[in-house]
């Protein structure tokens, strides 16, 4: 199936602890996201990446980074682990002009 | 700085009425503006996207319409049924470039049967 899927699901970790979350695209999409929904529902872009241009919004700690081992992974490692990080994280991908394409999302939980 | 808002956040009707959901967004210079659908404890559906060049799209059900210089999008939904309970979001898109999607804050939908 043509989508965007992450892993894991579900996610539950000590504070402190350092985790990644995987993504993979295969829509031969440009450009890949993450996205956090808070306890609020709102979606907020953390960061936005293409083979060329990491783009990063200016409110999200530098705990968080993006990696991208080829056009088709975004990958998202996330050091020393807070209570606040506890969120539902989305990957997406979208094409230049085309519509965005979004992962099922996986639900973190730091206790 | 672009601001979406969603009314009414939350909206409860008996199956079979048609609906109209509203989207408003503060800046008209949009590239464009597409609909997703969110059910509980899952992720983004997309329904429809509108380019900022047309009025409308339609799939199914499901109509979005477009007025780029009043900055309102709706969509409208006819003869809803209970699997169409869920939080509709819609978001508008700046440019070309990356992070220049902006959500609205939803609305849950509730289809009574």
């Known amino acids: 199936d043509t989508a965007v899927s992450q892993t894991p699901k579900y996610l539950v970790t000590q504070m402190g602890n350092d985790k990644s979350i995987k993504c993979e695209q295969n829509l031969g999409h440009d450009t890949m996201y993450w996205y956090k929904q808070d306890s609020k529902k709102f979606l907020k872009i953390m960061f936005s990446?293409?083979?060329?241009?990491?783009?990063i919004n200016e409110t999200v700690p530098n705990r968080f980074s993006p990696k991208s081992p080829d056009k088709a992974h975004l990958n998202l490692h996330i050091n020393s682990l807070e209570l606040g990080d506890s969120a539902v994280y989305f990957c997406?991908?979208?094409?230049?002009?085309?519509?965005?394409?979004f992962g099922s999302g996986t639900r973190l939980t730091v206790v | 700085k672009q601001e979406v808002t969603q009314i009414p956040a939350a909206l409860s009707v008996p199956e079979g009425e048609n609906l109209v959901l509203n989207c408003s967004f503060t800046d008209s210079a949009i590239y464009n503006l597409q609909w997703f659908r969110q059910d509980p404890g899952k992720g983004l559906t997309s329904l429809l996207l509108?380019?900022?060049?047309?009025r409308e799209q339609t799939s199914g059900r499901l109509n979005a319409s477009l007025d780029k210089s009043s900055g309102r999008s709706t969509l409208y939904i006819a003869a809803s049924q209970p699997g169409d309970s869920a939080t509709y979001l819609c978001a508008v898109r700046l440019g070309t470039g990356a992070n220049n999607l902006f959500f609205g804050t939803g609305t849950r939908l509730t289809v009574i049967p």
């Open positions: 997406a991908s979208s094409q230049l002009q085309g519509s965005y394409t």
């Open positions: 509108i380019q900022s060049s047309q």
């Open positions: 990446y293409n083979n060329k241009e990491l783009i």
